[in-house]
């Protein structure tokens, strides 16, 4: 009996279910298959966003780089504004010491100012252009006098508009422009003369100095 019973049970499980039935579990395995999927997809999309570790660097990256590109910016606009307030002060200075007579133009003139008497020195500028720039000659005496400006703690900056300087310092006494390739801002040692433009041309290699920037390059206002 108790054999009959099991080949029995046995036989209902091999039975088929009816179609009802079948149609109502297939319609409920493939729902669960279906939520199970979305479930899956919603996190490997979240995943892909947020909780990759590789992608929350990425975003980390990129976010760091757009502020290190506005900082940039920024940095760019304010030394470009440095220059350009620099330029101005250049100008007022050369045109003061001009009228007060204590500049020295030329090369030449300002190596002798230099071993005479150098602490009258108070600024140097040094101007070069393109057709210049090969000159060898000249790019050693320019070695020579930074050499010296950097042992007497002279400020020193070089402007790249020779035609522009040569305007400001004037001709010499033939009508000739004068030789503007370095040009000497000196005053008395006893009684040193004090400009406003001299302490901010003064304040402006001070801050060059500081970023590695040895003799800093100005642009002179256009005319």
Sequence with gaps: MVGDSAEVRRGEKDRPLPRKLRRRGYKATHSLL???NNTRDSTEDYSSIVGSPNNSI???????MTLEEINGQENTM?????????GA???ELLLAAKKQDYLTVGVYESAKV???DPDSVAFC????????????????HFTLIQAF???NDINVVRVNDIDRLADLVGA???AEPKDAHCILVTSPSANPWKDPALDKLSLFCEESRSAYDWVPAITLPER
């Design 34 to 36: 279906r939520t199970q």
């Design 58 to 64: 990425t975003l980390g990256f990129i976010i760091t």
């Design 78 to 86: 304010d030394n470009a504004d440095r220059v350009q307030s620099a």
């Design 89 to 91: 002060a250049l100008e």
């Design 114 to 116: 230099m071993n005479v």
């Design 125 to 140: 500028v040094l101007a070069t252009d393109e057709e210049y720039e090969c000159d060898i000659a000249l790019q050693i």
């Design 149 to 151: 400006c950097f042992d």
């Design 172 to 174: 010499d006494d033939s």
